[in-house]
């Protein structure tokens, strides 16, 4: 049979740009008539996704596989790593966890994971016209060059063109591109067919003479240099985005006149798939803000979402510690409205118990915010639950947050692991929040509708969602909101703007050469 045509995209370093550049390649080819796939094959992270499957892969691929306009798979990413604290990380292969392993103890069994690597590469070469491969990190980090399973040692599975990435905007563009090809083999220094600038500010024409430096002490092409952007919105794989002030959710939308809601988004340590409330960033009618302590939240928000995390125990350990637990509960009696998803809806409850301590051993329990007549309780055999599912506000809860809700249609999906049930002899005081048509009843509304927890991610990516809850905290305030200029948040549109500035700054006439 014969196997699809390979490109890879490696980098100088992490955060060069490697995910949105093989984000924009795939609509690229897809828009030119390729069926084309991408495919990391070991990537680490704390925001994921769902395949249709139930198997979970890194946001980035997840991401990637939407702008080539192809359904994600979990042989575009067959292993991911998930950080858990102390050196730890959950292995996830081929969507499934496999163990909770230090770097050591994983390397020591890579012998294991390459063959398996191999095989998801191989699959989605026989179904797909190319496969665009994404690198992770450096391919030149020398004491972990043994232990490679993504960069160079893919490359060659792969009999792949490399193109190599380096960041502009950090300083020391040539040391990084030179140095990087200066520091691998031979035979894989052979492989590097182009070079790519990433994140220039200022006058191109100013910098012209230095993309034919870098040629000529290369003796490789510099294929383009693309311009720092923060008008495209593009998923993030991790948390470095929110670290280094580029993320979405950190961008002001534009005020149209009249007033704003003030929404909070917890900063957890072990904070995932932050890139849901995307779509709430982008709503002129919000001002959002993620907030580490309380110093950080405006006096009296309107909403505070306690987002999902890896580690639901450390976390709320640190909510504690940080005072900002309790600082929640202040704004909650001062009337503040709460959201809890997956883990931050645990938090809610009375309390979090994990016997076995399997996500903190220095703690097998931590008292909740209470602020929901709910425990949680991870069993001593963890079932991860990983499923996309619909879902429905439940009848019963059509109250405060969810007034504007019942009836519609909500596409969603769940990563978690616990149970969380109803304190019994509290049941009375709320009601399920949400039904599903995978697990039945899920989440839970306060009797008084403006405290809710759930295990459903992505809701704020349905508009009528969005719109019905903030028609609702509208509804508490005496002054009109801002006017919105946004019907609904369009993920493909920022696929086609960020496939454009990459035709617009690299030479695609050359880069197709490659894989002709």
């Not at 994971?113 to 690198?135: T, W």
């Not at 008292?367 to 991870?378: A, D, E, K, Q």
Request: glycine fraction near 8%; proline fraction near 5%; charged fraction near 20%.
């Amino acid at each position: 049979m014969k196997l699809a045509k390979t490109l890879m995209i490696q980098g100088t370093a992490s955060t060069v740009g490697k995910s949105t550049l093989v984000t924009g390649l795939c609509r690229i080819f897809a828009q030119d008539g390729w069926r084309a796939a991408p495919f990391k094959a070991q990537n680490m992270a704390l925001n994921s996704w769902v395949t249709r499957s139930g198997g979970e892969i890194g946001r980035a691929q997840a991401v990637q596989a939407e702008a080539a306009g192809i359904e994600p798979t979990m042989e575009m990413n067959p292993v991911l790593l998930k950080p858990e604290g102390n050196s730890r990380s959950q292995i996830i292969v081929m969507g499934r966890p496999l163990a909770s392993m230090q770097a050591r103890e994983y390397y020591r069994d890579r012998a294991t994971i390459l063959p398996i690597i191999e095989q998801a590469l191989v699959k989605l070469r026989q179904e797909y016209d190319l496969v665009i491969i994404e690198g992770a990190g450096s391919p030149v980090e020398l004491n972990l060059v043994a232990n490679d399973l993504v960069n160079m040692r893919v490359a060659r599975l792969a009999d792949a063109p490399v193109l190599l990435v380096g960041d502009i905007d950090r300083g020391g563009i040539f040391a990084s591109l030179l140095g990087t090809l200066m520091l691998l083999e031979p035979e894989d220094r052979a492989r590097v067919k182009g070079l790519i600038v990433n994140k220039f500010r200022g006058d191109f024409s100013l910098w012209r003479p230095g993309e034919q430096l870098l040629a000529e002490r290369s003796s490789i092409p510099v294929l383009g240099t693309l311009p720092f952007f923060k008008d495209i919105h593009i998923a993030e794989e991790d948390t470095v985005a929110l670290d280094e002030g580029s993320a979405m959710l950190l961008q002001p939308s534009p005020q149209l006149g009249g007033s704003r809601l003030e929404i909070v988004i917890i900063r957890f340590p072990y904070l995932c798939n932050y890139d849901e409330f995307d779509a709430l960033a982008a709503d002129t009618r919000v001002h959002l803000r993620v907030a580490a302590s309380p110093a950080e939240f405006p006096s009296q928000p309107d909403l505070i979402i306690l987002p999902g995390t890896k580690n639901t125990l450390m976390d709320l350990t640190w909510l504690w510690r940080q005072g900002l637990a309790q600082h929640i509960r202040l704004c909650a009696q001062k009337g503040s409205a709460i959201l809890g998803i997956c883990g931050g809806y645990q938090m809610l409850g009375e309390q979090v118990v994990d016997p076995l301590g399997t996500e903190n051993a220095d703690k097998n329990a931590e008292p909740g915010l209470n602020l929901l007549p709910i425990s949680t309780f991870f069993p001593i055999i963890h079932e991860k639950i990983t499923q996309r599912c619909q879902a429905r506000v439940a009848v019963s809860s059509a109250r405060g947050l969810f007034a504007h809700l019942p009836g519609y249609l909500l596409h969603t999906y769940q990563i978690h692991v616990g149970r969380t049930m109803p304190v019994e002899e509290k049941h009375h005081q709320g009601s399920h929040a949400f039904t599903t048509d995978t697990t039945g009843d899920d989440g839970w509304l306060s009797s008084d509708g403006w405290c809710a927890g759930c295990y459903l991610h992505g809701l704020f990516e349905n508009d009528t969602f969005r719109e019905g809850l903030i028609v609702s905290l509208a509804s508490r305030r005496s002054a009109p909101l801002a006017i919105s200029d946004q019907v609904s948040f369009d993920r493909q549109r920022e696929y086609d703007k960020l496939a454009d500035l990459l035709r617009n700054h690299l030479d695609m006439q050359h880069l197709k050469g490659l894989i002709s």
